[in-house]
């Protein structure tokens, strides 16, 4: 009997991967080649190379700046007249450098939003399950804790994902929130000085009462 074994074969492309240990995924190239044949914008997947933009814009800008410069001192200016516009080529160069890289800027973080848009979506597809890490209740995805399988009513996944899981509900999309601190119910129930309840299942949970 022939015991050695083959590892899984592919054998068709992926589009993407996910790796259930870390609860990440990842697309692959022929993932973003697929979604950028979709859209209109090739650079799709593309985020400009701060550090290497920024060289080749300082670079040029210099060098119109002394192009325009030059081009005014062959003109047959008075000098008071040239040094004015030399001034004027000056700020008009400034002015370029400052709209370019607000262009940069601008493609930098719209690209890395539409990525992670995507990523936050494809995680909402492929590793939360409804009825197991989520459920739908009067129009709103609610969180189940892991744990105890309790619905955590008002809290939701950060980082865009909870709109992720919202569009693939297709219920309304709310707006992300921001969490600024965070408390444990023992410790909220601490701030108190006296505290009440009733309950008849809480034996369990004696000492922690």
């Known amino acids: 009997q022939d015991n050695a074994k083959n590892m899984p074969e592919v054998d068709e492309y992926l589009y993407y991967a996910v790796d259930m240990k870390l609860n990440s995924i990842e697309m ?17 997947f593309i985020i400009p190379d701060l550090g290497a933009e920024t060289s080749d814009i300082e670079e040029e800008i210099k060098q119109l700046e002394k192009e325009k410069i030059e081009e005014v001192k062959q003109k047959d200016l008075s000098d008071e007249y040239k040094e004015k516009k030399i001034e004027e080529a000056k700020e008009e160069v400034r002015q370029e450098r400052e709209q370019r890289f607000n262009e940069l800027h601008r493609l930098f973080a719209e690209r890395g939003d539409r990525i992670h848009t995507v990523n936050q979506l494809l995680k909402a597809y492929t590793l939360f399950e409804k009825e197991d890490e989520y459920i739908v209740q009067d129009g709103k995805v609610q969180i189940i804790d892991e744990h105890t399988g309790r619905v955590l009513s008002g809290r939701r996944y950060s980082d865009g994902l909870h709109q992720a899981i919202e569009a ?31 309950t008849g299942t809480a034996e369990t949970e004696e000492g922690e009462f």
Do not use: C, W
């Not at 993932?31 to 799709?44: A, L, N, V």
């Not at 509900?169 to 701030?191: C, D, G, H, P």
């Open 168 to 198: 693939k509900e297709q219920v309304k999309v709310e707006a992300s929130t921001q969490t600024y601190a965070t408390i444990t119910l023992q410790n909220y129930f601490r701030m108190y000085h006296k505290l009440s309840g009733m």
């Open 28 to 44: 692959t190239e022929k993932g973003r080649e697929f979604i950028t044949k979709k859209g209109e914008d090739p650079d799709f």
